[in-house]
């Protein structure tokens, strides 16, 4: 069974930065997509970054720059470092894997497995 827990959200200044980060438990596969989603109140959940631990990851123009998505394979933890943080970025924060890879990854329909989701607020 896939699990997939996030942590690191919290409340910051606009400016400021926070790490998240996804365990994964269940994912018995070398290479396999992992990816960030956001969905903010009344709005559709949209990608922020998306891969595979074989290519790199592919960033939402809005967070290019700021966010850094990287992956520890050893230990199945999947981060997301967000830098320069706007009020706009303030949105729940979602961990999404699937058994697919490569291309796939870069697709939402890909993703069949999601966190419960940790918020970031920031604040003006």
């Known amino acids: 069974q896939v699990r997939l827990v996030e942590s690191g959200g919290g409340s910051v200044q606009s400016g400021g930065s926070l790490r998240l980060s996804c365990a994964a438990s269940g994912l018995a596969y070398s290479r396999y997509c992992m990816g960030w989603f956001r969905q903010a109140p009344g709005k559709a959940r949209e990608e922020v970054a998306v891969?595979?631990?074989?290519?790199?990851?592919r960033y939402a123009d809005s967070v290019k720059g700021r966010f850094t998505m990287s992956r520890d394979s050893a230990k199945n933890i999947l981060y997301l470092q967000m830098n320069s943080l706007r009020p706009e970025d303030t949105a729940m924060y979602y961990c999404a894997a699937s058994r697919r890879s490569g291309a796939f990854c870069y697709s939402r329909q890909t993703y069949e497995y999601w966190g419960q989701g940790t918020q970031v607020t920031v604040s003006s």
């Open positions: 891969g595979d631990n074989y290519n790199g990851p």
